[in-house]
């Protein structure tokens, strides 16, 4: 799966951000080292967000090999014509989660950034 990052966005976001904390307090540190600071964590976010959505991708191949089900969002459940179950509002317990005691390596469920899109369950049957 190819994954292009939307470098404008991200560089938006990073000033954005950093306005934000120089007009919090402009005397310790320049506008252009915040910059450096956001820009480094806007990227991290994009990186997190692939590998979110690369996971998800993952588990739903896995899903439809073992003749299961999956969470998609519900407009894309339509949108295909899936056969989906009730849908509902996704929160913070229906987010991607580690096994393993908070570390980023093993994710289940949607990825963070469907919070509060509808989702559904898609039946692979």
Partial sequence: MKYIYDTKLIM???WAKARVAYAKNPSAKTLRQR???QLGEAW???I???????Q?????????GRKSRYIELLTVAEENNLNHGQEWVC???NLMFS???????LFFGAPNSWL??????????
Avoid: P
Avoid at 48 to 54: E, G, H, S, V, Y
Avoid at 99 to 105: I, L, N, T
């Fill in 44 to 46: 991290q976010d994009a």
């Fill in 99 to 105: 096994s393993w005691g908070g570390e980023r390596d």
């Fill in 116 to 125: 509060g899109e509808q989702i559904c369950y898609v039946y692979t049957r």
């Fill in 12 to 14: 938006q976001n990073a």
């Fill in 91 to 93: 929160a913070e317990n």
């Fill in 56 to 64: 998800h991708e993952e588990n739903r191949k896995n899903a439809i």
């Fill in 48 to 54: 997190d967000a692939r590998n979110q959505l690369m």
């Fill in 35 to 37: 910059f450096v600071f």
